[in-house]
């Protein structure tokens, strides 16, 4: 296990909270996430098999592994959707249990109702001031001359900004990826790559993002983390400085070194 | 439909009007010459002699409102009956199970074959031919309904779960709209069932209706009378289809089949 800590983040994050401190700077929704050696199977296949993981609040954590690993079983068990034969989800000190509403998932497609406008999509959990909140979330994400339309008519990468919207609308403290943008073609992943950042960077989520796509892993994300056989096999810190460069050739040589492990 | 007629010239616009039209002039000519005795089909001519008269009378009216009454009626109860079984029995499997196969076996028997039971219950009543048409279009509804409800995606159920829909929400939000394309598919075959039952339920047994109004006619040998009954029932049965497209226009506009624009109409 490798872990890199690069004394200059914190000197970073230091100055930044000097210098924009006096502006209104959203409060960090980020809560310490934690997975206590976490066992599902699905008859005799063992898919997890005892992960842990702890990630403090507000970081950015990219899970890579190969397909059928077990990354999206993850996710699931870590929203709520189903339960780990052992183990359990712990979130600031609280081991929970069942769907919870400080979590988040944004699916690898964008699970839009056809039935409702863009707007009522992003407001679906109609709590109240929901049309508020689902037009600032949309302005967010850069859709807000889009609120009436049907989501049939919009781009796959407008599609999945319209579910980022959605989840936002929830305020989540933990917000879960699941290769969200795996279907879109790359200029328009750029642009995704660049809005998540932005909105991480105010909001301070606790991010747990899938991806098969190393670049964007290290791109993105804080730490780095393979899953194999069932158990987390490495864990990266991700020692570059914001906004990145993806031609950083201290980048590239970190990617090689995940590769070798996934 | 309309975008592309408007391009059309005024011959083409005629032409799909050719063939009927032309079976019309040589179907009079037919009857006036003799060749098919009136006895075996009225002219086109007569029929619509036959139309205004009944018309004028008031017989018409009165027939086609009574066989309406019981269409609606009957699609109202049975309609209902198998929307709330087939809701039931899609959104819990332990209805499912208690009701389900006992529901198919029913569907098997041809709800046309019941009817001289039906006449021993309830006599030549109205309550026998709104039972018939009750029990005709409750299979397809039913049948469409829960299928409906079983086939909506999993994926948005979970969707809607993840993001804090309890289970009320759910089902209205995200279940029923899904289900929602199915239901009307038996809605339509409910349609062609409702006028198919209470065309022979009012042929075998009524004392008034499209269908007694056409018997009673055959046995006066007034051809033209049974010739314009049909005509109504047809009507009858292009009415209602029209009905249902307005109903899908309107329930499924969000369906891409259905919006041009994209935007959403208030
Ligand atoms: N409901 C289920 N029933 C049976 N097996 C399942 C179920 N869900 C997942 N699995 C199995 O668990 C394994 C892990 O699936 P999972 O979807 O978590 O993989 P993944 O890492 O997300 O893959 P990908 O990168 O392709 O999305 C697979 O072998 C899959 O077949
Ligand atoms: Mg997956």
Redesign the pocket.
């Known amino acids: 296990m490798l872990k890199r800590i690069d004394p200059r983040r914190d000197l970073v994050s230091a100055d930044d909270a000097v210098s924009v401190a006096p502006v209104a700077q959203p409060t960090p929704l980020g809560k310490r996430l934690k997975l206590e050696g976490l066992k599902r199977s699905?008859?005799p296949?063992k898919?997890l098999d005892g992960l842990s993981l702890d990630v403090p609040a507000g970081q950015f954590v990219a899970i890579v592994?190969?397909?059928?690993?077990?990354?999206?079983?993850?996710?699931?068990l870590v929203v709520g959707l189903d339960q780990p034969e052992e183990g359990r989800v712990v979130i600031d000190g609280e081991p929970v249990k069942g769907l919870q509403s400080s979590v988040r998932l944004l699916f690898?497609d964008a699970r839009l109702l056809p039935w409702h406008s863009v707007l009522s999509n992003v407001g679906i959990a109609r709590t109240p001031g929901w049309r508020e909140a689902a037009i600032e979330a949309l302005s967010d994400v850069g859709l807000a001359d889009r609120l009436n339309e049907w989501p049939a008519v919009l781009s796959g990468g407008q599609r999945q900004r319209v579910a980022l919207a959605r989840v936002l609308v929830g305020r989540p403290s933990v917000l879960l990826l699941?290769?969200p943008f795996g279907a879109l073609d790359a200029m328009t992943r750029v642009e995704m790559h660049g809005l998540l950042e932005r909105l991480w960077l105010q909001r301070k989520f606790t991010t747990l993002l899938?991806t098969?796509d190393v670049a964007e892993a290290v791109a993105l994300a804080d730490r780095v983390i393979v899953?194999k056989d069932g158990r987390l096999t490495f864990d990266i810190d991700v020692a570059a400085e914001r906004p990145r460069h993806r031609a950083d050739p201290h980048l590239a040589a970190l990617q090689d070194k995940i590769l070798a492990e996934v | 439909m309309s975008r592309i007629s408007r391009g059309e010239s005024f011959v083409d616009r005629l032409t799909p009007w050719l063939l009927p039209v032309s079976v019309l002039v040589l179907w009079e000519i037919c009857t006036r010459v003799g060749l098919i005795e009136q006895r075996v089909l009225p002219a086109p001519s007569q029929v619509a002699v036959a139309f205004w008269e009944n018309a004028k009378s008031g017989a018409l009216a009165h027939h086609v409102m009574v066989s309406f009454n019981r269409a609606i009626v009957g699609l109202a109860i049975g309609g209902s009956i198998g929307f709330i079984l087939g809701v039931l029995n899609g959104v819990s499997r332990p209805a499912e199970k208690l009701f389900d196969s006992g529901l198919q076996m029913l569907r098997n028997v041809p709800h046309l074959a019941i009817i001289p039971m039906v006449i021993l219950w309830f006599g030549i009543d109205e309550t026998a031919k709104i039972f018939l048409v009750a029990v005709g279009t409750m299979f397809p509804i039913y049948l469409n309904t829960f299928h409906g409800i079983r086939t909506v995606d999993r994926g948005l159920v979970e969707m809607a779960k993840v993001n804090g829909l309890g289970r009320f929400a759910i089902f209205w939000r995200v279940v029923l709209p899904g289900a929602m394309p199915s239901v009307l598919v038996g809605l339509r075959y409910a349609l062609g069932i409702m006028w198919l039952t209470l065309i022979v339920a009012e042929t075998i047994s009524a004392s008034s209706g499209i269908g007694y109004m056409t018997m009673n006619a055959r046995e006066f040998l007034q051809t033209d009378v049974v010739v314009l009954g049909i005509l109504v029932y047809a009507l009858l049965g292009k009415a209602a289809d029209f009905a249902t497209k307005l109903i899908e226009h309107r329930v499924l506009a969000w369906h891409p089949a259905y919006h041009a624009s994209g935007s959403v109409s208030a």
Not at chain 1, 66 to 74: A, C, D, E, I, Y
């Open positions: 699905f008859g296949r898919v592994g190969r397909s059928g690993v077990g990354k999206s079983t993850l996710m699931r690898q699941d290769e899938i098969h899953i």
